[in-house]
């Protein structure tokens, strides 16, 4: 019931995009660099592009997978919704670890379809949706930086990788702080100051301000940019758990326009049980 | 239509040059030039040689979202019921927040 809705809301959305214009826009700028096959289409398989220090490069402009029938395509607004954007804990064995307050707060919120959810009120989503919405994120990675430029609000989010610590005492925020570091081919970001009353999920998965987040990306070759989450919050979670997402590269296209707020009407419609 | 500045109509035709010039280490310049025919007799120089002074390294953006509004009124239905429970249901108060633009 909940995916259905969050479809059917999405469908709305995608309706409303102004897409037509907004692509021809971009069409004469095709991404720059892309390997090709013999026959001209883009290798994705090729090997993972690299900055001049040798390390990956994540840069680019990435879409959640998404299963479509029998096929899994990239999840674009016009198409599907990533089913982890409904609930981040569907791939956990045994479903989420929640705290007992935190299970039942999760079933009520179940059980009016998500309609408290902060973005459906055009707030923030933090770094779990920023990882699995339909909307697109561009990755910038400069020496010392990695910047996420998120679709949604048209917000950003900056990963620190001149080598700081994370600082002791955060001012709550809705990405929190986050620094990187490399392990080989694999960059560990680790986060924390984050806002309380966040929804992880549709599903109003919580996270507290106790919580603090690690990432794992990786992009074994051109076209694939791989997350491993974990959320280690002990106020809403009795033991940390991780979600794996993968997400594939986008094309000779860019990020839209998207703010929320702008001509919004969705909200007083919204009702629970 | 939008609005540029202080309520100046802008249209569609609207285009904007901007010139950038960093002029020192921690000095940097900005020049605008508005140029829409649908509204303006002429292109006008928006801001000239605008100047910037380039940050301490220890500051940085801070996170600022122009929804304290929505964020109030979410807060009024749903937020910071003031239960003993330690559930972070509600997001707290941003009524202090400035929203400028």
Redesign the interface.
Known sequence: MTSLRTLLSIVVVAALLPLAPALAQWLNYPTAGVPKNADGSPNLAAPTPRTSDGKPDLSGLWANFCQAGDRVVLCLPEIAVPQLFGDIGRGVKGGLPYQPWAADLVKERRANFGKDDPTTHCLPGGIAKLHTSVFLRKIIQVPGLIVFLNERNASYRQVFTDGRALPEDLSPAWNGYSTGHWEGDTLIVQSAGFQDGQWLDRSGSPLTSAARMTEKLRRPNYGTLEIELTVDDSKAYTKPWSVQLKQGILLDTDLLDYICLENERDAVHLIGK | MGWAYTGRPISGELRVDEKWHRVSIDRLELSVTIDDPKMYTRPWVSMDWFPMKLMDPHA????M?C?AK??E??NK???NRGES????????DSSHLPCFS
């Open positions: 940085d953006l801070t996170e979202y929804s929505e964020l009124i979410y239905k749903l937020g429970s330690n559930e972070p249901v509600g997001l707290p």
